[in-house]
């Protein structure tokens, strides 16, 4: 069974950055994907990245293109979301997400989901 841990959110002014961390167990025979989503509040929750398991494809939505960073050490069993030039509409809970198989931007083809960690931007 899949177990996923973030960390790294917190509160930033607009225009700041912050790392999340996303640290994963039982992963065990499979290629995985690994995603990010975020939900505000009042809001449904939405994807934000997504990296595959080799590194070379990579999603994100609209909103985040060009701030936003997914990468993955493999070896460490850990992906990160990077966030530069952050704007208070990034505020939310974020939870990173994996799923056996190819990259999707689909929240329920995810299998496992962290506890989420949540980011806050002022203005």
């Known amino acids: 069974q899949v177990q996923l841990v973030e960390s790294g959110g917190g509160l930033v002014q607009a225009g700041g950055s912050l790392r999340l961390s996303c640290a994963a167990s039982?992963?065990?025979?499979?290629?995985?994907?690994m995603g990010w989503f975020r939900q505000a509040p009042g809001k449904e929750r939405e994807f934000v990245a997504a990296?595959?398991?080799?590194?070379?494809?990579?999603y994100y939505v609209d909103s985040v293109k060009g701030r936003f960073t997914i990468s993955r050490d493999n070896a460490k069993n850990t992906a990160y979301l990077q966030m530069d030039n952050l704007k208070p509409e990034d505020t939310a809970v974020y939870y990173c997400?994996?799923?056996?198989?190819?990259?999707?931007?689909?929240?329920?083809?995810?299998?496992?989901w962290g506890q989420g960690t949540q980011v806050t931007v002022s203005s």
């Open positions: 039982g992963l065990t025979g499979s290629s995985y994907t």
């Open positions: 997400a994996a799923r056996r198989g190819i990259v999707t931007i689909t929240e329920y083809e995810y299998d496992g």
């Open positions: 990296l595959s398991w080799s590194g070379r494809n990579t």
